[in-house]
């Protein structure tokens, strides 16, 4: 029987070894391929699969480390029973151990291989993403800068333009680093993306031939910018020096005809030789009809050239003509008088005023240009911030602007009499055109000036509306500062005898509650301050968060140190209450004291009760409120809730009620929900206090262990 029982055995083994062994080397024959065949990446990807696939090889080799010593173990069992190829039995198992331990080498190498694979790629990536954000930002950059580098606004004056050529050079030394930059660091991603050979990129479609079309188009813009830069300096220094020529020319003709008309004047001898040498000295008119010809082509050079006015002088080829045309019949009045001296005499008396009247017509149509264009000029130049928006963000500057203002309007008014005056000879002289103009001039800055008044008078208000904001701000801010350092000071203070520390701290708690309001009143004017959008105060540096976490901290350290001094009462007591019990009814008195007035309201207390599992009705709550109520204060304070959860722990029956409660609220099920607790009516600070302290399982909340620990403690 035992040779049977024998037998029996060794058949079982030697089959459950022969199907293990083969099983075994067929995952050897699987995994010694796997470590065999060369590790082949050339992507980012196949770099993370090969790895997630040699980490799943690296589990299932560790898992199989059991079958093998099982092999081995079978091995030996049949060896244990004296196996007639026993011997082969066991070479059979050595070999598979063999195989699997020489695995680890080749899985190992393999396995360094991926990760330098891995690495590789990774490089490459980091390469691609590199050059693509060079790439981008040099493409973005090179945009914003053709886009700036567009504007063409160089001044209007020869003045003006000349100084902006620091400003260009500024810009263009600016531009030219800034797309350099750029441009050498896409060429060194590019450099570093071919040193790795990454090939194609993904990230980006921009090439290095893109690259530097970008570069060059900021450099190509520059050039032409400079261009056309260096052509409207040329064309204001061609115009300015086209108007000095002409004013020179023009003062040139007037000192002419000047010496001409002396010349005529200085004639002397009997009548025909005063009359050859007056024709000789005019000639019909021919060299002044010259010169004003002259004259006229360099206006009209001027004038297709788009030179506008000329400041250098207010002679024009009209009043040049007019001269010109006097002086024309000045000569022939000389003449004319020279033939008739006799009869003429009074005539020439005549002719001799009638000149002086015009010239002096003529001198006067001059002054009133003259003085026209200066007034306009002024007018153009001095009032050109009227039109200026408001920008101020206190008072002080808006006074600045307001000064400002009426410097100009003083200088305003002093210019009445000018103005006046002006108004005056336009009515006198041949051509009053121009006053109009500077009319309309004159009235548009008057309204202009009236409206930047208006204009600063509402932007003073809004400032000052701001300062008592940042005041009525710093106010509430200060107030509260000097509240909470009180408070403080207190709670430092306190000290001595512990039921004089508690009936003060119990004060201070309850004086600590104030401060509630004047938080809320600091975050309000904190909330007018934003929405008028200012963001300075020079009154204070407080701020109404700040505030908040330093009266969260009174709170908190009073309340810490109340729940001190309960401990200590109660360890002198030797109530048999331990501090950490102390502690957790102060933590419930605390939480449902949501007045923070140091007692339970009637409506509190009931909240308090339900938390804990009880369901007073009206008459057994006013019968506890009556039992351990404050006699002075007719609520419950502290030391009598302290009394109330004693009792109340010491009191089987009440545990055995409370638990009954709460099978009920559960629906008789060991547990209770958040839903089961929201069903019973169940307010949502008591729900949240209550998931606070229960331990929790994975159905729900334990309610029976919590309310035995409550009872235990």
């Not at 000095?244 to 020319?249: C, I, Q, S, V, Y």
């Not at 004038?303 to 000045?330: C, I, K, S, Y």
């Not at 909470?484 to 005898?497: R, V, W």
Request: negative net charge; aromatic residues 6%.
């Amino acid at each position: 029987a035992q040779y049977l029982a024998r037998m029996e055995e060794l058949d079982l083994l030697t089959k459950r070894f022969a199907g293990d062994e083969r099983d075994l080397n067929a995952w050897l024959d699987e995994k010694e391929a796997y470590v065999a065949a060369a590790v082949e990446i050339d992507s980012l990807m196949k770099g993370q699969y090969a790895k997630v696939v040699h980490h799943s090889y690296d589990e299932e080799y560790a898992h199989r480390a059991e079958r093998v010593a099982a092999l081995a173990g079978l091995a030996g069992e049949i060896a244990a029973l004296d196996h007639a190829d026993k011997a082969a039995i066991e070479a059979q198992a050595a070999a598979v151990q063999a195989r699997y331990d020489a695995l680890k080498s080749g899985a190992d190498a393999k396995r360094d291989a991926i990760d330098a694979g891995l690495r590789a790629e990774q490089e490459k990536e980091d390469a691609r993403i590199a050059y693509a954000g060079a790439a981008t930002d040099l493409e973005r950059h090179a945009t914003e800068a053709l886009a700036a580098i567009a504007d063409r606004t160089f001044g209007f004056t020869l003045d003006a333009v000349t100084a902006h050529g620091d400003v260009l050079a500024a810009s263009d030394a600016e531009q030219t680093a800034a797309v350099d930059e750029r441009h050498a660091a896409v060429a060194a991603a590019a450099a570093k993306c071919d040193e790795l050979a990454c090939g194609e990129n993904a990230h980006t479609a921009l090439s290095v031939a893109d690259g530097d079309a970008s570069r060059q188009a900021v450099v190509d813009a520059l050039a032409a910018r400079r261009t056309d830069y260096d052509a409207e300096l040329a064309k204001q220094q061609r115009w300015d020096a086209a108007r000095l020529a002409f004013a020179g020319d023009a003062d040139a003709f007037v000192a002419w005809l000047a010496e001409q008309r002396k010349a005529v004047g200085a004639a002397e001898g009997d009548a025909d030789a005063r009359t050859a040498a007056i024709r000789a000295i005019h000639q019909d008119g021919a060299p002044g009809a010259a010169k004003v010809a002259e004259l006229r082509a360099s206006a009209d050079a001027m004038q297709a050239d788009g030179v506008v006015g000329n400041e250098h002088t207010g002679l024009t080829v009209p009043l040049l003509e007019a001269r010109n045309a006097q002086f024309d019949r000045f000569v022939a009045s000389a003449l004319a008088n020279i033939e008739d001296e006799k009869e003429a005499e009074a005539k020439e008396a005549e002719a001799a005023a009638a000149a002086a009247a015009a010239e002096q017509q003529e001198q006067e149509q001059f002054d009133f240009q003259k003085a026209a264009k200066v007034l306009l000029n002024w007018l153009a130049s001095s009032g050109a911030f009227l039109t200026e928006p408001v920008a101020a963000s206190s008072t002080d500057e808006v006074d600045a602007l307001k000064a400002e203002l009426a410097a100009f309007n003083g200088e305003l008014a002093q210019r009445e009499p000018e103005y006046a005056a002006l108004e005056a000879k336009a009515a006198t002289v041949n051509d009053g055109s121009l006053f109009d103009t500077v009319r309309a001039k004159w009235d548009e800055t008057k309204e202009l000036a009236a409206k930047r008044a208006a204009a600063l008078d509402e932007e003073r208000a809004t400032q000052e509306a701001n300062e008592a904001l940042r005041v009525a701000f710093a106010d509430e801010a200060n107030a509260l500062r000097t509240f909470l350092d009180e408070q403080s000071a207190k709670l430092a203070a306190t000290s001595g005898d512990l039921a004089a520390q508690k009936d003060a701290l119990a004060a201070l708690a309850t004086e600590n509650a104030a401060g509630e309001a004047k938080v809320e009143a600091t975050q309000a004017k904190q909330v007018a301050l934003d929405d008028a959008g200012v963001n300075d105060n020079p009154h204070t540096n407080l701020t109404a968060d700040q505030l908040q976490r330093e009266y969260k901290s009174l709170l908190d350290a009073t309340s810490e140190k109340q729940k001190l001094v309960d401990e200590e009462i109660a360890a002198k007591a030797d109530s048999g209450v331990s501090p950490a019990q102390i502690a957790e009814w102060r933590a419930v008195f605390s939480h449902f004291d949501k007045d923070k007035s140091q007692t339970l309201q009637d409506y509190e207390l009931r909240a308090c009760l339900n938390s804990l599992g009880d369901d007073p009705s009206d008459a057994e709550l006013k019968s506890i409120v009556d039992k351990y109520k404050n006699a002075d204060k007719g609520q419950i304070d502290f030391e009598g809730f302290q009394q109330l959860m004693l009792e109340r722990n010491t009191d089987s029956q009440t545990q055995e009620s409370s638990l009954d409660n709460w099978r009920i609220i559960a629906g008789d099920k060991d547990f209770v929900t958040e839903a089961d607790l929201a069903m019973a009516g169940m307010e949502p600070d008591k729900i949240a206090y209550l998931l606070s302290v229960m331990p929790k399982n994975d159905d729900g909340y334990d309610y029976k262990t919590w309310t035995e620990g409550c009872f235990s403690k």
